[in-house]
């Protein structure tokens, strides 16, 4: 045997034991390494600073959590044999989102109850017990799986049980995202069509809050996070459903991509709310906020059907004006 080809056979050899039928890239570990510690220490200063403490819990969770995954990852860039960063970092990247879509369904929860709770399937405190819980669910069994993984691996048994587990984990969150997005979806088409699901109990001259320019974003910033996040589910799902040696965990690039577009959501995302949430606590000053469609009309609250209907302001001036006083 030449020696080229001996040279190939040994390294086809030492490959065949790598944790992730390759070695990570360096420069790609250090960069999202980089990137999401950055984004925690922002999102723990917006939650300091604005005392917005369900970033807490939420986003910064979800980055320390990158940040444990991606030194692991940049560890195994080093010294890519080892076993233990390999079950760190596939621990961790997978259990980290699940916090972030946490903040999702806080985020839009309080948006429904200021646009308008009849529009919606549920109400802003179910949207909470029912979403969270399951996102906590899902979170619980992916640390189960992720965990008896990690001893089997350890004992050099099969990892597979604990990766089914995980992946049972990562399926329950993707069906919770899934109706999540459906009930989102009804909301948004409710509202800018003004068809209420119910009747509400408010006051007779109770509005609504203004479907302003930072509403509109913040539906755009947790439309695109969600979406991200349910990409990113169901690449984990197709990547654990091929097995600890499949083609798809053994494909760095592919990994590295899913794994850019939800830091970017995470991003985009919060740093929004952080905006959007000051300005609806500058609203909260006033108790009275004109009530606004997109199409410039204002919405008055009938309290018979539920509904809010349009009305010219200017030619409802006095009428406006009136309900104001009454109010304060």
């Known amino acids: 045997m030449s020696a080229a080809n001996v040279t190939i056979a040994a390294t086809l050899t030492h490959l065949s034991y790598l944790p992730y039928n390759y070695v990570p890239t360096e420069w790609i570990c250090a960069t999202l ?151 989102a979806s009804e909301f948004i088409m409710r509202y800018l069509r003004d068809r209420p699901v119910r009747k509400i109990s408010r006051g007779k001259h109770e509005a609504l809050h203004a479907f302003s320019r930072d509403y509109e974003m913040m539906l755009f910033g947790l439309t695109f996070s969600t979406t991200c996040v349910f990409i ?6 197709c990547e654990l459903s091929n097995g600890w040696t499949g083609h798809i965990i053994s494909t760095q690039h592919l990994f590295s991509r899913f794994t850019r577009l939800a830091s970017c959501s995470k991003a985009y995302t919060l740093l929004r709310c952080v905006r959007w949430w000051n300005d609806c606590s500058r609203d909260l000053d006033n108790q009275y906020s004109a009530p606004w469609m997109p199409d410039g009309r204002q919405r008055v609250l009938d309290v018979g059907s539920g509904s809010t209907k349009p009305m010219d302001p ?4 006095e009428s406006f004006s009136e309900k104001k006083d009454i109010v304060n």
């Open 33 to 183: 390494l980089t990137l999401f510690a950055l984004s925690g220490l922002i999102h723990f200063y917006q939650a300091l600073r604005y005392r917005l403490w369900f970033l807490l819990p939420t986003a910064v969770l979800a980055n320390i959590s990158e940040v444990i995954g991606w030194s692991a990852r940049l560890w195994s860039s080093k010294s890519p044999y080892l076993l233990e960063p390999f079950i760190m970092q596939i621990c961790t990247t997978i259990i980290a989102p699940t916090p972030l879509v946490a903040a999702n369904f806080l985020i839009f929860g309080e948006l429904v109850k200021r646009l308008g709770p009849q529009y919606s399937r549920l109400s802003p405190f179910w949207y909470a017990i029912v979403f969270i819980g399951l996102d906590i669910v899902a979170l619980v069994v992916q640390a189960v799986g992720g965990a008896a993984a990690s001893e089997a691996s350890e004992n050099h048994h099969s990892a597979d049980p604990g990766g089914h587990i995980m992946l049972a984990g990562i399926v329950l969150q993707l069906v919770a995202i899934v109706v999540y997005m459906t009930l």
């Open 232 to 237: 990113r589910s169901v690449y984990r799902t």
């Open 314 to 317: 200017e030619k409802n001036s």
